[in-house]
């Protein structure tokens, strides 16, 4: 079993940062995804940024030059700063972790963002 805690989270006004972290602990893949995903009211959960333990990312187009995913090397902990946050940007943050290849399998418990002035 895989636990993810996820710390970070709450308001901040259009064009703010903020940053989330997630630490994983339990019987984690060698080869492994972590990353974020995040579900707005009334929508689908999506992929906002994944990073492999081999160091290869990737971002929702809507994202990109605007939140940067990163790993603490040899743990399993990652991070995500959000800069020029947007009121689309208002979610709840999901912290995912797959072995890679795989799909999410294991989620943390969520952390609401909310962009708002």
């Known amino acids: 079993q895989v636990q993810l805690v996820e710390s970070g989270g709450g308001l901040v006004q259009p064009g703010g940062s903020m940053s989330l972290s997630c630490a994983a602990s339990?019987?984690?893949?060698?080869?492994?995804?972590m990353g974020w995903y995040r579900q707005a009211p009334g929508k689908e959960r999506e992929m906002v940024a994944i990073?492999?333990?081999?160091?290869?990312?990737d971002y929702v187009d809507s994202v990109k030059g605007r939140f940067t995913i990163s790993r603490e090397r040899g743990w399993n902990t990652i991070h995500l700063q959000m800069n020029d946050l947007k009121p689309e940007d208002t979610a709840v943050y999901y912290c995912?972790?797959?072995?890679?290849?795989?799909?999410?399998?294991?989620w943390g418990q969520g952390t609401q963002v909310t962009v708002s002035s």
């Open positions: 339990g019987s984690i893949p060698g080869f492994n995804v």
């Open positions: 990073k492999t333990n081999g160091g290869t990312s």
């Open positions: 995912t972790l797959y072995a890679f290849g795989g799909s999410p399998k294991h």
